[in-house]
């Protein structure tokens, strides 16, 4: 296989409709753990999609003061650059520190010798922050990166460490922004814990989104309505759910994830159908184009093989796609926009 091309050859389908402005993009989330998996996810992406995001925890260890990046960290990074040079899609590369399986209260994969209560009070992980986020700006070269996903929840659930996060962050932005200006930087924001109606219910913390000063390059929110304490059906969700966001941040907005069962779940509390998800692709992508929006990213074009586990499990049926590959009713609407033809200054019609 050609090192340029290590993915399979597709044509775009042909663009037909009104333009749009509103970028679509997809998650690489691999159906199940092998290497022709995830690059047939990577080819899914680009096929249905004008954005690709990666989201990673930092292999820390290997950025560590005094580390060195392994080859296996190098291989997997050639090969999703190349990818995204095969494909000519926009990047969105998310760097994610938090543990989302303790709603991201504390940080995930540090190595045995750093307590994750430490975490960000530690500078040695601060540094490795810095360190991954100049590594994958250098090499990737992103559209977005996107630094801290869902950071309002650690910011509410572990308030020192996000005094750390913060001191760690604006040092990832002032060092990116010197080596490639042209990347935008910004961290993301859980939407539905952002205005009280996730488990722990309260007034809106807007004012989390100042904490960043003038260190964000856009506003960036996550949404998964069908996990709100309030929200049981789509047509619940409230009028100006995602227009408010315009009232919150004058610059660009985009939903960097988003997603919404298409099945209910024994032993959770979430409702979710096919109508549901359908009904809800539907809403978002009509109020992001009506407010403006720069982009929407679903979390992942298909369900996994294998169901996940534990706190996980509440994206086992988010995929727009089954596992193998049938569309559900939601990918009839996604194709619907894809093969809209994209209007975006500097950029030509897809």
Same mark, same amino acid.
């Given at each position: 296989m050609d090192?340029?091309?290590?993915?399979p050859e597709f044509d775009r389908p042909v663009s037909q409709g009104p333009t749009r402005e509103l970028q679509l993009g997809l998650g690489i989330q691999a159906?199940?753990?092998t290497p022709e998996a995830y690059v047939s996810a990577f080819a899914g992406a680009a096929t249905n999609a004008d954005l690709v995001s990666i989201a990673r925890v930092p292999p820390w260890e290997e950025f560590f003061p005094g580390g060195s990046v392994s080859e296996e960290t190098h291989a997997l990074m050639r090969l999703e650059r190349d990818l995204v040079r095969q494909y000519g899609c926009s990047l969105v590369f998310a760097i994610d520190p938090t543990d989302g399986e303790v709603q991201r209260g504390r940080i995930a994969g540090l190595p045995d010798f750093s307590h994750p209560d430490e975490g960000f009070l530690r500078e040695d992980v601060q540094d490795a922050l810095v360190a991954y986020a100049i590594y994958v700006v250098t090499n990737y070269e992103p559209d977005y990166l996107l630094v801290g996903v869902e950071i309002n929840m650690l910011r509410s659930r572990s308030p020192a460490q996000f005094q750390g996060f913060l001191e760690a962050y604006r040092r990832v932005y002032d060092t990116v922004k010197s080596i490639r200006p042209e990347t935008k930087v910004l961290p993301t924001f859980q939407l539905e814990d952002l205005l009280g109606r996730l488990t722990q219910e309260h007034p809106p913390q807007w004012e989390a989104i100042e904490d960043f000063g003038g260190r964000i390059d856009a506003l960036a929110?996550?949404?998964y309505p069908y996990l709100s304490s309030s929200l049981r059906f789509v047509r619940e969700i409230p009028e100006d759910y995602y227009s408010q966001l315009r009232t919150r941040f004058s610059g660009e907005i985009l939903i960097s994830e988003a997603g919404y069962a298409s099945a209910?779940?024994?032993?959770?509390s979430?409702?979710?159908?096919?109508? @549901?998800? #359908?009904?809800?692709?539907?809403?978002?992508l009509t @109020?992001? #184009?009506a407010n403006g929006f720069s982009a929407v990213l679903w979390v992942t074009e298909r369900d996994p093989k294998k169901g996940h586990q534990g706190g996980a499990a509440v994206l086992n049926?988010?995929?727009?796609r089954a596992s193998n590959g049938v569309g559900k009713l939601a990918w009839a609407v996604w194709q619907e926009w894809a093969d809209r033809p994209l209007q975006d200054v500097g950029k030509e019609a897809k």
């Open positions: 090192d340029l091309t290590p993915g159906v199940e753990e929110v996550s949404t209910s779940s024994e032993g959770h979430w409702i979710g159908s096919e109508d @549901d998800q #359908e009904e809800f692709l539907v809403r978002l @109020d992001a #184009e049926d988010v995929g727009l």
